[in-house]
């Protein structure tokens, strides 16, 4: 996909951080520093990650400015409330950075912190997609823990398979898939 409109490609985003912040909402505030195991992410380091990686990374980076990324430790958010202000405070800030481009910077190059240079529309896709790979994480995280998690668009898996079945579109005839 490509991002030809900052306004379209905000609004898009806007959707993305919508759905994960759906996922971040139902952690457990006592286990906002829970791993999976010993020197994985936390749910906090994660939060903050996604925070401080969209503002002092690709914020700095397209608009032409090098990457300041201060980590994902506590020291900048502690607590479950903190480390949501801390996201809410850092997506606000990237956005003004993101409503200043205009039509033409989308083409523009920027540096990457890995001395690459691409067009600041494949930086802004990028970040999304890092957002999206991080949200994997928190619901499987969630899942380790039995919280339950809301639907990626509406519908679990096992209600899209009973409107299929119900609708006659899931047949799982000789010819269907394991």
């Given at each position: ?141 969630l899942n380790l823990l039995g919280v ?31």
């Amino acid at each position: 996909m490509e991002i030809v409109s900052i306004p379209a490609f905000l609004a898009y985003h806007q959707n993305v951080r919508a759905r994960t912040l759906r996922v971040v909402n139902v952690i457990p505030p006592e286990h906002i520093e829970w791993a999976p195991g010993a020197g994985a992410f936390t749910f906090g380091d994660l939060v903050r990650h996604l925070g401080a990686i969209e503002r002092y990374m690709f914020a700095e980076n397209v608009a032409g400015r090098p990457s300041r990324y201060p980590g994902h430790g506590r020291e900048l958010a502690d607590g479950h409330e903190a480390v949501l202000a801390y996201l809410e405070r850092t997506h606000r800030e990237s956005v003004d950075i993101f409503r200043g481009l205009g039509p033409d910077d989308l083409t523009r190059r920027c540096a990457t912190p890995g001395a690459d240079s691409i067009p600041v529309w494949k930086w802004l896709r990028s970040m999304t997609e890092h957002e999206i790979h991080h949200r994997g994480q928190l619901y499987l995280m969630l899942n380790l823990l039995g919280v339950p998690t809301p639907p990626l668009y509406g519908l679990t898996s096992e209600e899209v398979r009973a409107r299929s079945l119900a609708d006659g579109a899931g047949d799982a005839g000789a010819d269907a898939p394991p």
